[in-house]
């Protein structure tokens, strides 16, 4: 079933279908298809940065998996909980194929259960979520375009040129008209309203362009996500008080998204200033993964060989290694960085030191054996 989307504003009318794909009685939703896209590219350009902020790949994967399933599951969880659609059974309540994800479950979810993944996987958490701030509004800006196909998430109306008009959004505010009057909002079923999954959309690109802004511009662990609170947390307010369909607070009339937006905004505003008023004037190291480990394993092999370094005055030596390098440098230095201390091998480089200091050592004994020859025949002839 096909839908006509108007936008009289602008002269065009496009038909659109809710169903990407039908295979017998099954049918893929384009929901469900920019939800997973907006996943898979918000996930490469995570992969893409995680060794520019010290993250080992195979256990962000872990971190990533668990995160993701469970953001999902806390999304659905809190759009249910604020619906006032009664659900009928269990299947209604978990079934997605219709729409019915709540952003901030999803970033409220991931945030928790990703801290303990981090712990559990032995990450770093601030970076890690750092690096997932980006491709949340990478999904996000993804994602909403779901709620075009679906014709929801709409605002109310507008004379702006690019109001949009269809029998779902008619049929919807129609529905609606006397509970939204009952709110103070005053809906007109036959005239164009606002995209507000398209205002979402874009703000979200924005916000992506302002964090990668700061990639290498950051003076400490969790900027960028304390950044994407307040730029979200920002635009979701004054965007969620478009809306006709948000999910209100069963007391006092209060926009669950607003409340959640404000608070998000003034604590992650607050923290960021504070921050980055102590910090501004450092430079963030980054520590490459697996350096505390590569440091801890040289310290042991040495230890056998300590006195023998000593005594060649070896002891101070370090390998030709980085094991941090400024949030500044470039991807390709942190590559080269990383891949050189992957690379590495610390027996390698341990016997490379014993045999030199053996080798020093039999030439001092050779030098010393010479310069007692030397001495024996100058005695001899004096």
């Given at each position: 079933m096909t839908t006509l989307v108007q936008f009289p504003g602008?002269?065009?009318?496009?038909?659109?279908?809710?169903?990407?794909?039908?295979?017998?009685?099954?049918?893929?939703?384009?929901?469900?298809?920019?939800?997973?896209?907006?996943?898979?590219?918000?996930?490469?350009?995570?992969?893409?940065?995680?060794?520019?902020?010290?993250?080992?790949?195979?256990?962000?994967?872990?971190?990533?998996?668990?995160?993701?399933?469970?953001s999902i599951i806390c999304a659905r969880a809190y759009y249910v909980a604020f619906s006032p659609v009664p659900y009928e059974s269990l299947w209604d309540m978990i079934n997605i194929r219709e729409g019915g994800l709540a952003i901030y479950g999803g970033v409220l979810g991931a945030l928790v259960f990703g801290a303990l993944a981090c712990k559990w996987f032995r990450q770093p958490f601030l970076p890690t979520l750092d690096v997932v701030s980006?491709?949340?509004?990478?999904?996000?800006?993804?994602?909403?375009?779901?709620?075009?196909?679906?014709?929801?998430?709409?605002?109310?109306?507008?004379?702006?040129?690019?109001?949009?008009?269809?029998?779902?959004?008619?049929?919807?505010?129609?529905?609606?008209?006397?509970?939204?009057?009952?709110?103070?909002?005053?809906?007109?079923?036959?005239a164009p309203v606002?995209?507000?999954?398209?205002?979402?959309?874009?703000?979200?690109?924005?916000?992506?362009?302002?964090?990668?802004?700061?990639?290498?511009?950051?003076?400490?662990?969790?900027?960028?996500?304390?950044?994407?609170?307040?730029?979200?947390?920002?635009?979701?307010?004054?965007?969620?008080?478009?809306?006709?369909?948000?999910?209100?607070?069963?007391?006092?009339?209060?926009?669950?998204?607003?409340?959640?937006?404000?608070?998000?905004?003034?604590?992650?505003?607050?923290?960021?200033?504070?921050?980055?008023?102590r910090n501004k004037k450092n430079q963030l190291m980054v520590e490459l993964s697996g350096a505390e480990q590569v440091r801890n394993k040289l310290s042991e092999a040495l230890k056998p060989h300590q006195e023998l370094l000593e005594r060649c005055e070896l002891n101070t030596m370090e390998p030709q290694l980085a094991y941090e390098l400024p949030a500044s440098a470039s991807h390709k230095e942190f590559v080269e960085a990383q891949k050189a201390l992957t690379d590495f091998s610390v027996s390698d480089w341990v016997n490379q030191q014993v045999e030199l200091a053996h080798e020093m050592e039999e030439s001092v004994r050779q030098e010393n054996e010479r310069f007692s020859q030397l001495s024996q025949q100058e005695g001899q002839e004096s």
């Open positions: 602008l002269g065009l009318e496009l038909e659109i279908s809710r169903a990407a794909l039908t295979i017998g009685d099954f049918t893929v939703y384009w929901y469900g298809v920019l939800i997973a896209a907006g996943l898979i590219l918000g996930s490469a350009l995570a992969f893409r940065y995680t060794v520019d902020f010290g993250l080992d790949e195979d256990r962000f994967t872990g971190v990533l998996v668990v995160g993701t399933i469970l980006m491709g949340f509004l990478v999904g996000q800006a993804i994602g909403r375009w779901g709620n075009f196909f679906n014709q929801e998430a709409f605002g109310t109306n507008t004379t702006l040129p690019w109001g949009m008009y269809s029998e779902k959004t008619s049929l919807y505010l129609m529905q609606q008209q006397a509970t939204l009057a009952e709110q103070g909002v005053f809906v007109d079923p036959l606002h995209p507000t999954f398209l205002y979402e959309s874009l703000w979200c690109l924005v916000g992506l362009g302002i964090l990668l802004f700061s990639v290498k511009r950051r003076r400490f662990n969790g900027q960028l996500a304390l950044e994407y609170a307040v730029w979200y947390g920002a635009g979701r307010f004054w965007i969620e008080g478009l809306r006709t369909d948000s999910l209100m607070l069963p007391f006092g009339g209060i926009r669950v998204s607003q409340l959640v937006a404000a608070v998000s905004v003034l604590a992650a505003g607050i923290a960021l200033v504070v921050l980055w008023n």
